[in-house]
């Protein structure tokens, strides 16, 4: 499985960005893809994620800023990130889990930057 995410980049305080996800090399329909972020000196934490038939799940600080949503034809995650904070910056990995196989992905990062 490859997953290539793209969309980050630098951007004012209360900025907007969309970030992209596309996987390849796997054919399996049950799936739960997600964003996951990571900023200097901290653990990853999940910003959110959704399953293939479309329930979702949010950190508490994304919430109502951040939407998360999928193309499952195209086999892609997108994630809109609204009302950027500084505290938002950091690298987002995309990530897709396979859950009848137990598999779980990674996609090599995308960095967003929020700063004046």
């Known amino acids: 499985v490859q997953l290539q995410a793209s969309g980050g980049g630098l951007v004012q305080p209360g900025g907007s960005l969309r970030l992209s996800c596309a996987a390849s090399g796997t054919n399996s329909g049950v799936t739960v893809m997600g964003w996951y972020r990571q900023a200097p000196g901290k653990q990853r934490e999940l910003v959110a994620d959704i399953s293939v038939g479309g329930r979702t799940n949010y950190a508490e600080s994304v919430k109502g800023r951040f939407t998360i949503s999928r193309d499952n034809v195209k086999k892609t995650v997108y994630l809109q990130v609204n009302s950027l904070k500084p505290e938002d910056t950091a690298v987002y990995y995309c990530?897709?889990?396979?859950?009848?196989?137990?598999?779980?992905?990674w996609g090599q990062g995308t960095l967003v930057t929020v700063s004046s």
């Open positions: 990530n897709l889990n396979q859950v009848l196989l137990g598999v779980s992905s």
